[in-house]
């Protein structure tokens, strides 16, 4: 018997249908030996050594594989192509080996790689064995290390410091300080007043063949309007100017497909389309890989494979027309310098399957983001879309105005899509031709703050910062959403008072770790370890020594620091001296008297929305949490109205009624299996 060990049931199962007799596929269930939990588990005075134990949950699963290859002849290591996937594969070989008594046969070994779970991907990986890549390997370890020794070492100063309870870590603290600098940056902003000044012209007074120009030129210098008075005039002289086409200017665009999905790009796609966080994008992706529908979804990489540009070319060739597929297959180079291991983006593993059968083994949701990748693929090897662009140049006398118009004449890879770009379309004018205005149009504006990250534009930022790698953003987002540093309002990162204290006193305290070039180039050195170009330990040293020497003087001299509640403004009811604030506790804001801890008074902390529930219509819309952070709206009035909604509703909205269910034989069955 052949022994396959891989991490999840899920995966086990699919391989288990492309493989005869002679196979026994079996699921680690994610990392079977790691770092104790209740001690730091690295010697730091023994080269780093670190020291692996199996968890308690891990145990009985641990047994069953040991005694699943004590009657193999063969144990195939069969885990995710990544340096996380090498180090529980490691950890898998390391434990049956072990388990091996002295003059007991041992069976052999081997580890096969595949990048997509379809039959002919598995069968090249088991005819074409290699062994464990100990430089993955000890990538994947230096980052265990380095980030358990930020943690063990910062976390207590924090505690001496800031507040009990806090940790630190060496990606999610430099995270949130991303949050707090836009945030400082908001707060320092200072709105500036401009004027948008814009006028409707036509041929002959025409309501058909009017357009609007937008002012562009004052003289030779663009136009900036600052303020009421300057747009007064440039208005006055506008109505009495003569207004004569300068220029017309005809240019047909091609442009080109975006290249297919890689992690950070199908986590910001999601995030924008369907609202998704990054964690939840990666847990509809990891099923669909496990399930043989997409290929592996933590990669870096554009690239496509031969087969997999030959399987778009013949599928477009059929489905759209020659006139869709290009004349060569597109080929994008990633853009990323310290992209991982060679894998391809994440694309379908086959064209053509049944959108049904997707959703009935991954939900709506897994459909969902299928169709996202299947399009965003197919579109990559499409032909380009072609857009006619016309600018017209109007003067009117010592004013330029400019008007810019689009007209799509070929759909190209936006066919996938179903997008059709009709923007601004202009009228036939001629150069020299005078135009008639029929009204200008005056607006005062202000310039905007820049805005808060998004899930999307902050995995954006962070990528483009070299911080974290495709198998980071998730649990990074999220660790920094459960530890309370940061808040989602609207789908907008909010630093709290204390993600902001700890950011301060990190920033005054631990420039280096917080140094955000200084965290990317530990990225590049991890990215050196995984290719073999150095060694884990030189690397850990490095970062540590300095870092040691650091805590023991900060945690005899720096000061404490006091976390700032935030102020309600209403006077404490039951002491009447101290102010109500709002203060952040493990489970999110509570009210709370200011003089805490002489006066104990608290409350449940309510966030309205100025929005009367959509159900009852008497109650107010407010913010919840899940137990895990998760932001979701309710009914004030709960539990008399059970309303609830992921989505913050419109004001006025009312919720459809629900349709009745209808009994039946087959769901009650259902609704007992399930339970």
Known sequence: MKLIVVESPTKARTLGRFLGDGYEVMASMGHIRDLPKSKIGVDVKNNFEPTYVVPEDKEKVMNQLISAGKKASQVIIATDPDREGEAIGFHVEYLLKESFKKGKKMPEFSRATFHEITKSAILHALNNPSTINMSLVDAQQARRVLDRLVGYKLSPVLWKKVRRGLSAGRVQSVAVRLIVDREKEIEAFKPEEYWEIKAQVSKHKSKKDNFVVDLYKIGDKPAKVENGKVAQKIVADLKKAAYVIEDVVKKEVSQGPMPPFITSTLQRSAANLFGWSSRNTMRQAQQLYERGYITYHRTDSVSLSKEALAMAASYIEEKFGTKYKPEHPRVFKTSSKLAQEAHEAIRPTKLGRSLEIIEKNCGANGKKLYQLIFSRFLASQMTAASIAKTTVTVTADTYTLRAIGEIQLFDGWRKVYGKQQQFNILPEVTKGETLDLLEVLSEQKFTQPPARYSESTLIKALEKRGIGRPSTYAPTISTILNRRYVEKVERMFHPTQIGVAVTEFLNRNFDTVMDYDFTAEVEAELDDIASGKRKWRPVVADFYKPLGEKVKSVEKSADRV???????????????????????????????????????????????????????????????????????????????????SWNKPKPGEKSKPKAAKKKSKTSSKKKIAKK
């Open 562 to 644: 006091k976390i700032e509640a935030e102020k309600t403004g209403e006077k404490c009811p039951e002491c009447k001296e101290g102010d109500v604030v709002i203060r952040v506790g493990r489970f999110g804001k509570f009210l709370s008297c200011s003089r805490f801890p002489d006066c104990k008074y608290t409350k449940n902390y309510v966030e309205k929305v100025n929005i009367k529930c959509p159900e009852c219509g008497k109650g107010e819309v407010i913010i919840r949490r899940t137990r895990k952070g998760r932001q979701f709206y309710g009914c004030s009035a709960y539990p008399e109205c059970k309303w609830a």
